[in-house]
Nanobody, 119 residues
Framework: QVQLVESGGGLVQAGESLRLSCAAS????????MGWYRQAPGKQRELVAT???????NYADAVKGRFTISRDNAKNTVYLQMNSLKPEDTAVYSC?????????????WGQGTQVTVSS
């Protein structure tokens, strides 16, 4: 059974930083694209950033220059370094990993972690 476990969320003030982590466990053979999404209250879930197996990254315009996505393939882990946080970054952040486990490719989601930025 594959599980994605997130950590690193919390309450910070505007301008501060947080680092989110998402580790996949289970019988994993390979991981393709990893990413982070977020959903604020009353809003639709939106893409924050993605990173491919070759290291290519993609960011939402709202976070470019402030957030950095990275991955550690040996640990099946994806990170999101969030700097210069703003109140509008407040949301539940969820990780996603497209991976091959038990000979099946599937996209898995984490349970979500709350990030709250106060002004």
């Amino acid at each position: 059974q594959v599980q994605l476990v997130e950590s690193g969320g919390g309450l910070v003030q505007a301008g501060e930083s947080l680092r989110l982590s998402c580790a996949a466990s289970g019988s994993i053979f390979s991981i393709n694209t990893m990413g982070w999404y977020r959903q604020a209250p009353g809003k639709q879930r939106e893409l924050v950033a993605t990173i491919t197996s070759s290291g290519s990254t993609n960011y939402a315009d709202a976070v470019k220059g402030r957030f950095t996505i990275s991955r550690d393939n040996a640990k099946n882990t994806v990170y999101l370094q969030m700097n210069s946080l703003k109140p509008e970054d407040t949301a539940v952040y969820s990780c996603t990993e497209n991976l091959n486990a038990y000979s099946v490719w599937r996209t898995y989601w984490g349970q979500g972690t709350q990030v709250t930025v106060s002004s």
